[in-house]
């Protein structure tokens, strides 16, 4: 709700929310909180220098964070096993 005051909000941008909390969830590491904030950091960089330098291909280098994560690190950064 905080987010919706400062920002505009329109029908669809949950999707869009939602999409980047489970990237995040994914990079950082199921169950680890400290693994989501760093997630978070990762992606929220990358979504900003994306933007600045190359918009049209600024979701592009989101899930090819997601991609060299998973394959270097199946269970994320900061992941723990099962």
């Known amino acids: 709700m905080i987010g919706a005051v400062e920002l505009s909000m ?41 933007l600045a330098y190359a918009p049209t291909y600024s979701v592009v280098f989101t899930f090819l964070i997601l991609i060299l994560v998973l394959a270097f690190r199946p269970r994320g950064i900061m992941g723990r096993p099962a």
């Open 10 to 50: 329109v029908p669809g941008e949950d999707t869009r929310l939602l999409l980047a909390s489970l990237i995040v969830v994914i990079v950082g590491g199921m169950g680890s909180v400290v693994g989501a904030a760093i997630g978070a950091a990762i992606l929220g960089l990358a979504e900003t220098y994306g």
